[in-house]
């Protein structure tokens, strides 16, 4: 299911709201099946994005395959989140809240991938670390705390228990990416 423009244009809106730590983002989003299944096409924006990131802040040695296989290891992490988040929202009764939850995260998404964007390609011209791996750093902190911002308040839990779906997160990301770079 692909997404209208003015769908996308109101997730988006609704991302940014929440990027700016506004609870009222999530008015934004629905939570039907519809819209979760939708909200999976904030991948395909984000790819572009992610192969460029891959490219500038990986190794010199990037080749097409490293990077078919680090965009197919971060398509992956969307689909095992989700999952994931699924068992944990069933574990801490809040199942009524998983699609809603997803549905943000995936459109969240979308805007972190552009935030770091800029700032990881412009670090890419700089040999040495300096200014633009400390914004780098920056950024990555900030979408960290977003990401968790968004479950906090999508899934109605604490600021601990959010760190911990981000840590997840990060966890799933660092797994698939061992796996797909493996010998």
Known sequence: MRPSLGEVSVALYGAWRLMRFDPNGLNYFDSTAEAFWKSFYAAIICLPGIAIVMLTTGSSEASLHAIISNCSAYLAGWLVLAVVVHGICDAIGQQAKFIGCIVAINWSNVLQTYLILPIAFLRSFEGTPGLWTIMFLGALL??????????????????????????????????????????
Do not use: C, H, Q, T
């Open 142 to 183: 900030f979408m960290l705390v977003y990401e968790g911002y968004v479950f906090s308040r999508s899934l109605e839990i604490s600021g601990l228990a959010a760190a911990g779906l981000v840590a997840v997160d990060f966890m799933i990301s660092l797994l698939l990416k061992s796996i797909v770079n493996s010998p």
